[in-house]
C-alpha cells in the first residue's frame, strides 16, 4: 500500500514538473513574441517618420527653389 502511495506521488511530481517546464516554455515564447512585435512596430514607425521627414523636406526645397526662381524673374523683368 506504501508503495502504491509512494508511486501515485511520483507520478504527481513527474506531471507537476511536465506542467512547470511547459509553462515556463510558453512564458518565454510569449515575452519573445512580444519583444519581436515591439521591435517591429518601431522600426515601422522610424521608416514612416523619415519618410515623412524627406517628402517635407523636398518639398521645401521645391517651395524655396520655385521662389527664388519667381524673384529672379520678376527682377529680370523689371529690368
Given at each position: ?47 514612416i ?31
Amino acid at each position: 500500500m506504501l508503495l502504491v502511495v509512494v508511486l501515485a506521488a511520483a507520478v504527481i511530481v513527474v506531471i507537476v514538473v511536465i506542467l512547470v517546464v511547459v509553462l515556463a516554455v510558453v512564458v518565454v515564447v510569449v515575452v519573445v513574441v512580444v519583444v519581436v512585435v515591439a521591435v517591429v512596430i518601431v522600426v515601422v514607425v522610424a521608416v514612416i517618420v523619415i519618410v515623412v521627414v524627406l517628402v517635407v523636406v523636398t518639398i521645401v526645397i521645391v517651395v524655396v527653389a520655385a521662389t527664388v526662381v519667381v524673384a529672379v524673374v520678376a527682377v529680370l523683368a523689371v529690368v
